[in-house]
T-cell receptor, first 114, second 112 residues
């Protein structure tokens, strides 16, 4: 079955630690996105990538980093510089590099800072 | 700056009722509007996408309409079922800076 796989589903982090969230897709989509979801707010874009080896900052990129070495993979690292990282993180993809079409989402990863 | 609002934040109705969810946006210069469903602790599933040139889209018991001039979209759910219980989010793709702007969602509970 084609889809987007995020792991881990739940992650706990101590302050000062970097953590990496995995996102893998087998839809052969060019574009991939990372969103952050907080209660009572709309999704906010962290980073996006329209093609392999290229990515752009979204609205709230500070304290996060990404890489796009393979078409299928778009991992997100939450660094110690992110002051309030506790949130639900969603990875998405779309067929082309332009978000005029349907977005497909993974199941999400919930990060909690202890 | 584009703002997307979904009111109410939560809605509870008895099973079998027809219902309407609302999404309003402040800038009518959009490429499209999408409706998504999110189950608790899960990712989002795309329900309907309406291009700016379209007035409505239908999928099964769901019908989404778009009125750009008034900055409104509605998601109509016919003959609601307990399985429809979820949070429904809308998102608009703005022309001004090619960004996808999200509403905070409406949490829908269908009571058996």
């Amino acid at each position: 079955d084609g889809g987007i796989t995020q792991s881990p589903k739940y992650l706990f982090r101590k302050e000062g630690q970097n953590v990496t969230l995995s996102c893998e897709q087998n839809l052969n989509h060019d574009a991939m996105y990372w969103y952050r979801q907080d209660p009572g707010q709309g999704l906010r874009l962290i980073y996006y990538s329209q093609i392999v080896n290229d990515f752009q900052k979204g609205d709230i990129a500070e304290g996060y980093s990404v890489s796009r070495e393979k078409k299928e993979s778009f991992p997100l690292t939450v660094t110690s510089a992110q002051k309030n990282p506790t949130a639900f993180y969603l990875c998405a993809s779309s067929a082309t590099g332009e978000i005029t079409g349907e977005l497909f989402f993974g199941e999400g990863s919930r990060l909690t800072v202890l | 700056k584009q703002e997307v609002t979904q009111i109410p934040a939560a809605l509870s109705v008895p099973e079998g009722e027809n219902l309407v969810l609302n999404c309003s946006f402040t800038d009518s210069a959009i490429y499209n509007l999408q409706w998504f469903r999110q189950d608790p602790g899960k990712g989002l599933t795309s329900l309907l996408l309406i291009q700016s040139s379209q007035r409505e889209q239908t999928s099964g018991r769901l019908n989404a309409s778009l009125d750009k001039s008034s900055g409104r979209s509605t998601l109509y759910i016919a003959a609601s079922q307990p399985g429809d219980s979820a949070t429904y989010l809308c998102a608009v793709l703005t022309m001004r800076n090619y960004q996808l702007i999200w509403g905070a969602g409406t949490k829908l509970i269908i009571k058996p």
